[in-house]
């Protein structure tokens, strides 16, 4: 019987034939996929002709096309919808895919022809998108170690190889104890919280097959339980839980994982030259050296501090004046903040969720992009791997751009957080292939025949996602290496980023934020009080996150801590972090940095890129228009259509002008006035 993911798909735009495809086919469609791209690589490295662009570069991004449509559609499913037998696939294709990609960088004629190349470069009339494709296919090679000879070369392979097998184990291991713990709750422990509340409890003691509502590690449940639950008890014991995730001991602990990837980076930099594993990261990014991401994460630090440092004095009082003695602990933070948001704001999460429902949230994301970039978003019917998920054809005037996948709801099955990924990439190597952008994110899933709504700070996850996905959609290049989102990392989350600003233009609001029983639109104080509370708590969410960048580069700017822990405990006491106040990531589920190398000494790329996205949406104010359609036009010609093609800076400098300075982010998060 023939492999469905190895055969020319007819599925509308060449979706994955997910109603086809089985569990078992992904293994031997690997196999058979790595042996024919194995097969093109050797064929490029022994062409007797001489070395062109297209004979080497172009042939090489076209050697693995049917590898990457395999792996596309597997780590597709295997991130959103995890089962036993996709985990164990996933440890197998580690070891395989690392196997393969030492095979290239090693590959000594193949390198040779791509350095020929190089040193031509000047003589071969290349575009410029051809030149830059050429660079950072010679810099890829080197940076993976094609240099290293003898022993050096073999350890960097084992190297490589012990990580990408570390960091699905780290990425399994979270998910296990994500999916295991639950706390049910009795009818008496429900007192206090929103309904909205109660019915993801409800909604999630059912999928647990609990014996009543529960309370799950689910971000979408365990915050609002936080916020709302009067239990201080039950909040700490969740609390704690939801910390303690990959940190429990046993099979599942990530600690020694930790430890030992951090180890063979430190190894890996050493190998290839690099001092640290941090100077090798950041070679390549806008940041270029770990001091300068040190000097950006301390000037937001001291003012976040501040500001903290101030509200935690408030909430205490609070906290005193319910009869409770002792300090604010970071279990309670949550639930005094959000009393205290309804004290000064006269904003009530519960009494604002029924205005901000999905459906409405998803069509205020798609006619913003409608009239920024003259997107239109058509529901499509083809196949899903999940019965949560919904197609859309995304077209611009009559013209197929690209289908968007959308997967909101939280499940077991599925890893934490919110993402985006092409399971299919623009480029125009051979014919005009045009993306399939997926958004995954953990919502709460509403009881059958209610809607689904989300909190403000769920809102501005979608359009952060959405953002990704515009840049996967707009992007206009013609190689695969290059397309879309393979940018620099703390430029990757601009467009993301950037595009949560729509969210808070008040007339996007006042149109699609709706009651979900009513149809009413949500009055205009309760949108401006909401507005005006954009940057309420700003000091501790700052706090967490830059925390968490700051551990990060700690980890990597020197040698590799034998105790992650002790490390991290000793960054934290020397930045002096506020006692109710934790890390965002704790490093045993630190998933940004120990999953895999992808944003290792790259966590404050979020902070970097907001400096860039607070000074990008100041000049769509400073046009007077959020939707100024010259301006939309040259961030698409610049920022979201280039990909890779031009270097980052240079991309920004385009549309604005020049680099921005960090005061656009301290306004922008109500920190330019903290002391």
Excluded at 110 to 118: D, I, N, S
Excluded at 648 to 657: C, P, Q, T, V
Aim: proline share 5%.
């Amino acid at each position: 019987m023939t492999n469905p993911l190895l055969t020319d798909w007819t599925t509308p735009f060449g979706l994955p034939p997910f109603d086809l495809i089985s569990d078992e086919d992904f293994s031997p469609a690997v196999d058979a996929a790595l042996e024919r791209a194995r097969a093109a690589i050797d064929a490029i490295a022994q062409d007797p002709e001489e070395p062109t662009f297209d004979n080497t570069v172009l042939a090489m991004e076209l050697a693995d096309r049917e590898l990457g449509k395999v792996l596309g559609t597997f780590y597709g499913v295997a991130g959103a919808d995890s089962n036993p037998k996709r985990e164990e696939l996933q440890r197998a294709f580690g070891p395989q895919l690392s196997a393969y990609g030492s095979e290239i960088t090693e590959n000594k004629a193949l390198f040779a022809r791509v350095e020929t190349l190089w040193q031509q470069r000047d003589t071969l009339d290349l575009t410029n998108e051809q030149q830059r494709v050429l660079m950072l296919t010679r810099r890829g090679f080197v940076r993976s170690g094609a240099q290293l000879e003898g022993d050096a070369a073999k350890r960097l392979r084992d190297v490589k190889a012990r990580l990408s097998v570390l960091g699905t184990e780290f990425t399994q291991n979270l998910l296990a104890d994500e999916r295991e713990w639950f706390m049910v709750l009795a009818e008496n422990d429900l007192e206090g919280l929103p309904d909205f509340v109660i019915a993801t409890a409800r909604a999630a003691g059912a999928e647990k097959k609990a014996d009543g509502p529960v309370v799950t590690l689910s971000r979408s449940l365990i915050v609002p339980f936080l916020q709302f639950s009067p239990r201080r008890d039950l909040r700490q014991k969740a609390y704690e839980a939801w910390v303690a995730r990959g940190a429990n001991g046993g099979e599942t602990d990530n600690r020694a994982i930790a430890a030992e990837t951090l180890a063979l980076r430190e190894e890996r930099a050493k190998l290839l030259g690099y001092a640290t594993f941090a100077d090798y990261k950041l070679e390549t990014e806008m940041a270029g050296t770990p001091d300068a991401v040190r000097d950006l994460l301390m000037q937001v630090w001291t003012p976040a501090k501040a500001a903290a440092e101030s509200d935690a004095a408030k909430l205490e009082t609070m906290l005193h004046a319910d009869g409770v003695a002792g300090p604010l602990e970071a279990w309670d933070w949550r639930y005094y903040s959000e009393k205290r948001r309804q004290a000064e704001h006269d904003l009530d999460e519960a009494a604002l969720k029924p205005y901000l429902q999905l459906d409405r949230m998803i069509e205020a994301a798609f006619t913003c992009a409608t009239r920024l970039f003259n997107l239109q978003f058509k529901p499509l019917d083809g196949p899903v791997y999940h019965p949560d998920v919904h197609l859309w054809d995304v077209t611009r005037n009559g013209e197929h751009i690209a289908v968007f996948i959308g997967d909101y709801f939280a499940r077991g099955s599925k890893r934490s957080g919110a993402w985006c990924m092409a399971m299919q990439s623009q480029n125009r190597m051979d014919g005009d292939m045009r993306p399939h952008v997926v958004n995954v994110c953990n919502f709460a899933k509403p009881e059958d025949g209610q809607p689904a709504l989300l909190s403000y700070d769920d809102a501005r996850t979608l359009f952060h996602e959405f953002g990704h996905a515009l840049h996967q959609m707009l992007s206009d290049v013609t190689y695969d290496s290059i397309s879309g989102t393979s940018v620099a990392r703390d430029f990757v989350e601009l467009p993301s980023q950037l595009y949560e600003h729509w969210l808070e233009v008040p007339e996007v609001l006042a149109e699609f934020a709706t009651h979900a029983e009513t149809g009413a639109p949500m009055p205009k104080d309760m949108l401006q009080r909401m507005l005006d509370a954009a940057t309420y708590d700003m000091g501790f969410q700052t706090v967490e996150y830059v925390a968490s960048a700051l551990v990060d580069l700690g980890f990597h700017d020197g040698p590799a801590p034998k105790d992650p822990m002790q490390r991290q405990a000793e960054i934290l006491e020397d930045i002096g972090m506020p006692h109710a106040i934790r890390m965002r990531h704790a490093t045993p589920h630190f998933a940004h940095v120990f999953a895999g190398d992808g944003y290792s000494s790259g966590y404050y790329s979020y902070m970097w890129s907001e400096v860039m996205d607070a000074d990008a949406f100041a000049a769509f104010e400073e046009a007077g228009d959020p939707f100024d359609a010259e301006l939309a036009k040259k961030l698409e010609d610049t920022v979201l259509s280039s990909g890779g093609s031009i270097d980052a800076a240079d991309l920004y400098k385009s549309f604005r002008g020049r680099l921005p300075g960090v005061d656009a982010l301290l306004k922008g998060r109500g920190l330019d006035t903290a002391a």
